[in-house]
């Protein structure tokens, strides 16, 4: 049999020209949004302010497959077909017989698989002639992402970067800035939310939650403006699924099908992303991959969350949702992954948790995943971001079970982004300074206790 | 006529199995490497204490093609072959007819084309049976690639980083102890060059050269221990020929052949790299492509230096070559493209370059390049690297006088690396705190008035 190659690389005809809809073939439909205020669920017109009406769309629809426009198709090409690597240096590392396949959507300037929801949220909008968007960053990836997309396409954007974040991060703000984009520190005096909560705290440093509020208001209030969001939402892991599309026509190539689908996963537009056609196949009775949800055991919404209507944000301006949270005021610990920082879970891959299709999640500690990380780099020579490193550590530990066992097993993990801007958590670790956390039972009653009452059934 | 794709990719089993040596077609060879104290021409011999015998052998060969070994060809597959790109967004920016492509040398986590040698120098040293290898690094290009070829094949590695690199670029020495391999600020209390230099000046924030005297001194006093570099030595342009040999075989699948071929040029192994198998077919009289070398105007050795023997380093320990050379004790200004801050030139190019193979030299002021590499990073969606920019702001000159002409030529240039550990510059430059700066006639004069004296032709 003809070698496997050391990278499988898609000709860029065949690159996916729909998107695959996972709730397209869900025997039961994820929960709707609901008003926050009423409990009803919330119409799409209720959206139109925030969201651009197509996203709306892509928010509520149903139908399988959507075509992808072909503007959208050729700015993918940019940085698409993303490789699918064979890890035969890692596999040699852990004398394991596992055939170990990564996905690596780092391969772009915005380091991580980001991109593939900003480019067609950018194009939605703009082809109502929306002429700005605003958004939020933490870690940053999402604002860069966008910040591209919005060049590629000359549309205004307004990040609202968490203060400390920017201070912190200079870096990823001047990568941000290179794109085009304003960048204001947040909470700022130019809305509402921003001014009240400086008027109580003019030191205040900010929040994901604080910026969401002010990038959600400057939208609402602004002329031609709208909200976007890297995560969480349907239409996020709608967009994503051309990972998990392209990675299955990848492995077909070489034939070869994955036993274990493993994603890191913070809102879930990777995880939702990689395991997209390889859902399918399960869904419809074709196949029965075996996918596990890795999570940080500081912030573990599917472990040890529950399954509820919350708030999207700490603001609690947002609809509510119907996803496995650890309650929306839950503050997690300053772990390194930012990108996974999250008290929820998308509605989506909470209902497929929720069903059993989802077969496991699992939540690990950070300085076991910094272990991997770096066994990784110097295996593959690719310096992981910490998100996609909790997939690695995953990956690798059913390798080593696979070792043990004698079983050849074919893996498949999402190395969703390189670490390049994450230097200063890698330093943590080597200088043995990272700590452990993981929330205790009465920390997580606590938030649990603050959802809010309205749950319907 | 089928449209060429974004990216040309090539497959793995076209890649090059032998680099190709310019000097095997040269009509004159460059002159050789000579003693520093008698001027006599440099033996084999006298170089064995600091390199190994292979590559001493790749630095006196006039062989037209060597064997790449078949692990080196594997190590290459992790991040190889690299991708050519079409330009599509860029020309369709400058309303240029000019057709640009780009070779993408920064798709691995060493972020340039460094790897190419990094590779083979640490494979040549292991079949000797060297156990540890030293090398300097200022920018940190050349560390991250030598760490990660050292941890690749298990051989131990120490680099002296000038003290106020690592202190200034904490992120970069993070990168390279992630891959293993000590880091050692200079000057430091392991060596007499070091010890000396802290008698005299304990606040030293160190310099390349003598990084490079410590690491010499480090090599040849050390038990089964050789040095290493990343740029000027025939061996370097020799591996990095790889480059041209991929991109000349990924024109030929879309039809295609360079015009002009334009890199940035520092010590000459991007430039060297990029242009082998178009110069060779310029040397053999198969085709005339333009050959454009780029450099700072801060430190322009091929556009205002003197060809002449000089020393490789500012320590005055290494042989002499004749070069193109501003003096070795020329201090380049603190431009920002580290990697281009070198007093000489490969001494290969230099020869191409007096002799008109090499037709043209061009030097460029920083601020320029950033405006560049900002209009670049806007329409193709990567964030380049300082050393590369240069190459990107001479290619939109040349597609501008395609617009202005009329001309739809072909325009190959090299892109070495990404920008992701270069965000200072970019701050600088938004901040428009920018500095251009040239060398006057009496600075360089006074370069040149120390040039060693013994230029035997």
New interface residues.
């Given amino acids: 049999m003809k070698q496997v190659?050391?990278?499988i690389?898609l000709p860029?005809e065949m690159m996916p020209k729909q998107w695959y809809n996972v709730r397209g073939d869900m025997p039961e439909q994820p929960e709707p949004l609901r008003n926050p205020g009423t409990g009803e669920i919330a119409k799409k017109e209720e959206l139109y302010p925030v969201f651009c009406e197509e996203l709306v769309e892509h928010e509520f629809t149903t139908e399988r497959y959507i075509d992808i426009p072909e503007e959208v198709q050729e700015l993918y090409?940019?940085?698409r077909p993303a490789p699918l690597h064979r890890a035969y240096?890692l596999e040699k590392e852990l004398k394991t017989p596992a055939k170990i396949y990564y996905k690596y959507e780092g391969?772009?300037?915005s380091?991580s698989h980001k991109l593939n929801s900003a480019i067609p949220q950018v194009y939605y909008n703009k082809k109502q002639g929306i002429t700005n968007l605003t958004t939020e960053t933490g870690a940053g990836q999402w604002g860069t992402a966008l910040a591209?997309a919005c060049?590629?396409m000359n549309i205004g954007l307004t990040v609202y970067m968490v203060k400390i974040s920017s201070i912190q991060k200079?870096?990823r703000k001047?990568?941000i800035?290179?794109?085009?984009a304003k960048i204001i520190a947040s909470p700022s005096d130019t809305t509402n939310a921003g001014r009240a909560m400086l008027a109580k705290d003019p030191d205040c440093m900010g929040s994901l939650g604080m910026a969401i509020s002010e990038a959600v208001e400057d939208a609402v209030t602004s002329k031609n403006t709208r909200y976007t969001l890297g995560s969480v939402l349907n239409q996020v892991v709608l967009h994503q699924s051309v990972i998990g599309l392209e990675a299955k026509a990848q492995l077909e190539m070489v034939d070869e099908y994955p036993d274990i689908v493993i994603g890191c996963s913070g809102g879930g537009s990777n995880m939702g992303g990689l395991m997209s056609a390889f859902m399918q196949d399960k869904l419809t009775g074709k196949a029965n991959p075996y996918f596990i949800a890795v999570e940080p055991s500081a912030c573990p919404s599917l472990t040890r969350g529950v399954y509820a209507y919350d708030f999207c944000d700490t603001g609690k301006v947002t609809p509510l949702a119907k996803m496995y949270t650890l309650g929306c005021g839950f503050m997690p610990s300053s772990i390194h992954a930012g990108g996974l920082r999250y008290h929820g879970m998308s509605p989506i891959l909470s209902k497929l948790y929720h069903d059993g299709f989802l077969d496991e999640a699992r939540a690990v500690a950070q300085s076991k995943v910094f272990e991997a990380a770096?066994l990784f780099?110097?295996a593959?020579?690719?310096?992981p971001a910490p998100e996609s490193s909790h997939a690695i550590r995953v990956a690798i530990d059913e390798a080593i079970k696979c070792r043990e066992s004698g079983e050849a097993k074919t893996i498949l993990f999402g190395l969703s982004g390189?670490g390049?801007?994450d230097?200063?958590s890698?330093?943590s670790y080597?200088e043995g300074s990272m700590v452990d956390y993981e929330p205790t039972d009465e920390e997580l009653q606590e938030g649990f206790a603050q959802l809010p009452k309205i749950d319907v059934q």
């Fill in positions: 190659p050391n990278r690389i860029e090409k940019m940085y240096r391969g772009n300037t380091g591209m060049k590629f200079p870096y001047a990568v800035e290179t794109f085009g770096t780099a110097g593959e020579g690719i310096l390189h390049h801007f230097m200063g890698y330093i080597q």
